[in-house]
């Protein structure tokens, strides 16, 4: 069945970094973009990053612009996100999620990973 | 940037009955629109998209209406395992993609 696995959370100090993965499996990983999105503990969902199907096209928050990267390699099946000069504030669990339908931006998350916890934390 | 704002922030419903949860744009968003579902400690789960088609495997009792800036979630008969928080979302005009605040659906 059509399946995000993520992992690579975990603690770390501020000033750190981190590299999140999402596996992909049951559907062609290589025809859909997809996002990275976060939720604070006890708070909302806010997107984080967007990279197109074929990586040709990027977008982030600007809360992390210029700190994080959205990359995916199609061989592998495998989305990743890399975390750099993390701050407090971005601690939150980290869901990977694939677009409804293959068109670009403009259509809804319809496939959720079960989502993978970053702390930063001294 | 599109603001998605939701209301109420906490609606108390009893089992059986029906719950209107709203969600406006700042501006307009078309049919643009989705609609999540989050339980504790789970992924949100997509439920409508388009402002109104149900996503595969969703429920009838869940019906979704609105176009432009005012948007409507309607859970026309509520089952226990609806109780949860609901989020709308706006896909037009992006980045950033745009989610609302949350309602929670709580057990009256």
């Known amino acids: 069945q059509v399946q995000l696995v993520e992992s690579g959370g975990g603690v770390v100090q501020p000033g750190g970094s981190l590299r999140l993965s999402c596996a992909a499996s049951?559907?062609?990983?290589?025809?859909?973009?997809m996002h990275w999105v976060r939720q604070a503990p006890g708070k909302g969902l806010e997107w984080v990053a967007f990279?197109?199907?074929?990586?040709?096209?990027?977008y982030y928050a600007d809360s992390v612009k210029g700190r994080f990267t959205i990359s995916r390699d199609n061989s592998k099946n495998t989305l990743y996100l890399q975390m750099n000069s993390l701050r407090a504030e971005d601690t939150a669990v980290y869901y990977c999620?694939?677009?409804?339908?293959?068109?670009?931006?403009?259509?809804?998350?319809?496939?959720w990973g079960q989502g993978t916890m970053v702390t930063v934390s001294s | 940037e599109i603001v998605m704002t939701q209301s109420p922030a906490t609606l108390s419903v009893s089992p059986g009955e029906r719950a209107t949860l709203s969600c406006r744009a700042s501006?307009?968003?078309?049919?643009?629109l989705a609609w999540y579902q989050q339980k504790p400690g789970q992924a949100p789960r997509l439920l409508i998209y388009?402002?109104?088609t149900r996503a595969t495997g969703i429920p009838a009792r869940f019906s979704g209406s609105g176009s432009g800036t005012e948007f409507t979630l309607t859970i026309s008969s509520l089952q226990s395992e609806d109780f949860a928080v609901y989020y709308c979302?706006?896909?037009?005009?992006?980045?950033?993609?745009?989610f609302g605040q949350g309602t929670k659906l709580e057990i009256k």
């Open positions: 990279i197109r199907y074929d990586g040709s096209n990027k």
């Open positions: 979302q706006q896909y037009n005009n992006w980045p950033p993609w745009t």
């Open positions: 049951g559907f062609t990983f290589s025809s859909y973009g």
């Open positions: 999620a694939k677009v409804h339908l293959a068109v670009a931006g403009t259509t809804a998350f319809d496939i």
């Open positions: 501006q307009s968003v078309s049919s643009n």
């Open positions: 388009g402002a109104s």
